[in-house]
């Protein structure tokens, strides 16, 4: 009863709006929305794929909790009155069509934990107000064509483990980022972006590090010593920017005691290998380009 109730409320977001049919769907989204207000989780992973945009209507769930509609096709704007459903935590629409921007006021979902919108279309920039979701664990939202820079006020989400922005159109000094108050950060990757200066050396104070991308940014300057704190630290990739002494970063990087996979191809151009091979620790890192 609940999963029949799950599928039929997610069939009605996606009732077609023509004019002629508009009349006829009021009628049935009233029934299935009065079924729906009392659910709390709505998954449509596990159906067939739909496509086609989302209709408005999920102002009415009042008690929904987490909306999972991953790889699907769905198309359009997402709709505004999903970001009145204060009682949601996770928000989970990736690998869809998608376009638009994200709504500001999604920031008045202060509940949510997961926000999971990555592999779709969307544009303009991350909200500056997103701090206010101060409960987020998970912000995924690689692949799609965000600008901007990093808002300074991501900084009060201090209960972020994982920040996925891979492959936007992202930019700004990011050593000018305080990345010093995530310190329950386990994985962060910002690859792919237009990222510049430095690398910042507040990243290094996240001590529960376990994989940081970096790669294909306009970042330049040294690998710092301060990255060795991060023991926990496997996998790390830097590839594509403009750093420079080869020698010094693999020194340090030894330091690094539980780092398998190391990725500094496209950087330290003109500058020799150095003298001691054993400087690469072929027994312990299992993946590495570093030409």
Request: some cysteine; proline content about 3%; aromatic content about 6%.
């Amino acid at each position: 009863m609940h999963l029949a109730a799950a599928s039929l409320g997610f069939l009605s977001l996606l009732l077609p709006e023509s004019a002629e049919a508009r009349t006829r769907n009021a009628d049935i989204r009233k029934k299935i929305f009065e079924k729906l207000e009392e659910l709390r989780e709505k998954d449509s992973l596990s159906r067939p794929k739909v496509e086609g945009p989302i209709s408005q209507g999920f102002g009415q769930c009042s008690n929904l909790q987490i909306l999972r509609a991953g790889f699907h096709n769905l198309s359009g704007v997402i709709p505004s009155d999903i970001y009145t459903v204060s009682a949601l935590q996770e928000l989970y629409l990736p690998a869809n069509k998608l376009s638009g921007v994200i709504d500001g006021s999604i920031v008045n979902l202060i509940n949510l934990t997961t926000l999971a919108l990555y592999g779709n279309e969307l544009t303009g920039q991350i909200s500056q107000d997103i701090g206010r979701l101060s409960n987020l664990e998970h912000l995924l939202l690689h692949i799609n064509k965000l600008n901007g820079t990093l808002p300074q006020s991501l900084t009060n989400c201090t209960r972020l483990t994982t920040l996925n922005l891979r492959v936007n159109l992202l930019e700004g000094e990011l050593s000018a980022f305080d990345f010093s108050k995530f310190i329950q950060f386990r994985s962060i990757d910002l690859g792919n972006n237009f990222f510049s200066g430095r690398l910042p050396a507040n990243l290094f104070l996240c001590k529960n590090l376990t994989a940081i991308r970096l790669a294909t940014n306009r970042l330049n300057g040294e690998v710092l010593p301060d990255i060795m704190a991060l023991q926990s630290l496997s996998f790390l990739s830097l590839s594509n920017n403009s750093l420079n002494n080869f020698t010094s970063a693999i020194r340090i990087l030894t330091g690094c005691k539980n780092l398998t996979t190391l990725i500094l191809s496209k950087n330290f151009y003109n500058e020799p290998l150095p003298g001691d091979e054993n400087l690469i620790r072929e027994d312990k890192i299992k993946y590495k380009r570093i030409h």
